[in-house]
């Protein structure tokens, strides 16, 4: 579907860490271990003392919550679903599992809503265009890379985990790592997850109503292995894999659901042959599969990718350069093609110290079905104290026509061009000891959206194919602000969006669907060494769901209020419970189709040393 993206996996040695306290490091950005407060784009870094807040969830609930993102969904855990960040749609956002591309080829989206969260370890989003440039096709909106468990073992443990939570949530679990004196590191893990989940759509919705609960269930694993042979050169291999059902509803039978196999594997050898400098040789595989009966539908899409990067460290900065090759496949009786390939070449240039910080990079890529697209981007900051930095951006970038769009028998068009974006960024951001505030502005050009055109004939009064034809205006701020004071913590953030249709047709100055104008969190927190407590507030504001925006198709405001913790009842034994929807909102994020109310999970995780 589009440009290969193996970014670094996540087994950073000590030594490559800047040693800093309180500056959390970031890999996504810049393909290179990299401090939060030296990157140019915004990000966030979600790790596993966060994560463990959202034990029984899958990565979805996990993202929907952050600075900047949006989403839908079509009823419980594991039904369709879609996120949308910074007014870009899901197909420009682009998911990676330790490096390796992963979504749907035929739709262009990623299953986060089948991702568990019990096997990653850590997810870091990278804002904004600048991964287009270092990544290839896909990252108009930004980059989400998911690291699985266990790729940064330091001691041999053991550990099994049971829940429970409502509408009949069952979780059970064990991981176990192993870390030698002869460089070893070994991380198993699995998991099963069940629930009976709620009634998916409304009475309103009659084409699909049915008044059955939709159920989900999911069987995960997770392995990583990493040997370090020498001082210089470690090799190592990860994979995650879940294997899940989905109940939903669509108005035939009251128990209709689909199957489902997503999982990414990857395997590299990297070799640090001078301080700052390396050679790494990496390949990925992902799949994304979908056996739906009922529809008689099948779509089983794989994708391959290798690739050759190179860290030089300069006199002055780092260069990171190198070579990709993605190969994308898909067995469906729906499409006349069924593969493409992609060769990727790309340069970049980073500098990061206590005054200035630069990225600049600049990617190649030749797409065997629309031929060859360069994308680049340039950003700078400047550090007016030890506290205070700015700094500003430009990034240009691309989505390539996913399977639907070129072959799909209802209007696939196959002389589809790229979608094509221009977007600058500036920010302000203050950094102290106790706290860290930015302040985003950002403002984008689309072109080139690929829409559907209506082409009636008398014989097929419903004809149509996908476009060239749409445009889009996508400007915004984002405030975030994170407080430590001692044991206390809070903070939140607010983001303001315009995201509007800009084509000159019929919908022109609309709003895009699913783009909310605002949307904010506050949060406060307590931390001890045993005890980690949260509460938070999430508001959003009202959206449109259809491109027209029709008054019919406007989701109102709402705002959830959620609580959580984690325990340490003694040396082994750990408590996680989380409260959602403490108010019982009665809300929707599409018309037709339920939200829980108040629901919760509990669960606890015996650990042996």
């Known amino acids: 579907m589009s440009a290969n993206a193996a970014a670094d996996v996540s087994v950073i040695s000590d030594s490559e860490l800047p040693q800093v306290e309180l500056d959390k490091i970031v890999v996504t950005a810049t393909r290179t271990p990299t401090k939060t407060s030296n990157v140019i784009a915004q990000t966030r870094v979600i790790d596993k003392e966060e994560l463990q807040r959202y034990q029984g969830q899958t990565a979805l609930e996990v993202i929907q919550r952050q600075p900047g993102i949006s989403y839908y969904g079509n009823g419980g855990m594991g039904t369709v679903s879609n996120i949308y960040m910074r007014g870009y749609d899901g197909k420009q956002i682009l998911v990676l599992i330790d490096g390796v591309r992963y979504s749907s080829i035929s739709t262009g989206t990623a299953a986060l809503n089948l991702l568990p969260t019990d096997q990653i370890d850590r997810i870091e989003i990278l804002y904004g265009a600048s991964g287009s440039s270092i990544y290839g096709a896909d990252a108009m909106g930004g980059v989400i890379q998911v690291f699985t468990k266990g790729n940064n073992v330091k001691k041999s443990s053991f550990s099994v985990t049971a829940g429970v939570g409502s509408n009949n949530q069952y979780l059970y679990g064990a991981s176990a790592q192993l870390a030698t004196d ?349 005890l980690d407590l949260r509460a938070e507030y999430q508001y959003v504001g009202d959206y449109y769901s259809n491109p027209a925006n029709t008054d019919s198709q406007l989701v109102d405001s709402y705002g959830l209020f959620n609580i959580s913790g984690n325990y340490k009842l003694n040396s082994n034994l750990n408590l996680t419970a989380r409260l959602n929807n403490i108010t019982n909102e009665k809300y929707t994020t599409l018309p037709g189709y339920n939200t829980d109310g108040t629901n919760f999970f509990t669960s606890l995780t015996y650990n042996w040393f």
Do not use: C
């Open 182 to 530: 002869k460089g070893t590191a070994l991380s198993l893990s699995a998991s099963h997850n069940e629930i009976d989940g709620i009634n998916a759509t409304v009475p309103s919705n009659s084409f699909s109503y049915n008044k059955d609960d939709d159920g989900f269930e999911s069987d995960n694993f997770s392995i990583a292995l990493t040997q370090r042979i020498n001082e210089q050169l470690l090799a190592g291999a990860s994979a995650l894999y879940s294997k899940s059902t989905t109940e939903f509803d669509n108005g035939a039978a009251p128990n209709v659901y689909s199957d489902q196999e997503i999982g990414s594997a990857q395997a590299f050898v990297d070799w640090h042959y001078l301080p700052g400098s390396s050679v790494k040789l990496q390949y990925g595989h992902s799949i994304d599969k979908i056996d739906t009966e009922t529809y008689q539908s099948f779509y089983d899409t794989k994708q391959d990718q290798i690739s050759l990067v190179i860290q030089q460290q300069l006199a002055v900065g780092k260069g990171i350069y190198g070579v990709e090759y993605l190969n994308q496949s898909i067995d469906t009786s729906d499409f006349d093609v069924d593969d493409r390939d992609v060769t990727s070449a790309f340069l970049g240039y980073l500098l990061a110290n206590d005054q200035f910080d630069a990225q600049a990079n600049i990617r190649f890529d030749d797409n065997s079905q629309y031929g060859d697209q360069t994308t680049y981007n340039l950003g700078g900051a400047y550090h007016f104290s030890h506290s205070l930095r700015v700094g500003a951006s430009y990034a240009k970038g691309f989505r390539a026509p996913n399977f639907n769009d070129l072959y799909s028998p209802f209007g696939g068009n196959a002389d589809l061009k790229p979608e094509t974006s221009d977007n600058y960024e500036a920010f302000v951001e203050y950094d102290t000891a106790l706290q860290t505030t930015r302040l985003t502005g950002y403002n984008n050009k689309v072109d080139d959206l690929i829409g559907y055109v209506a082409k009636p004939t008398p014989g097929n009064p419903w004809g149509g194919s996908s476009e060239n034809v749409d445009k889009a205006k996508i400007e915004g701020i984002a405030l975030t602000s994170d407080w430590e004071l001692n044991s206390y913590l809070f903070g939140g953030s607010y983001d303001y969006q315009q995201a509007k249709d800009s084509s000159g047709g019929a919908n022109d100055d609309n709003f895009l669907a699913i783009r909310p104008e605002h949307k904010s969190l506050v949060y406060a927190g307590y931390r001890l060494p045993s």
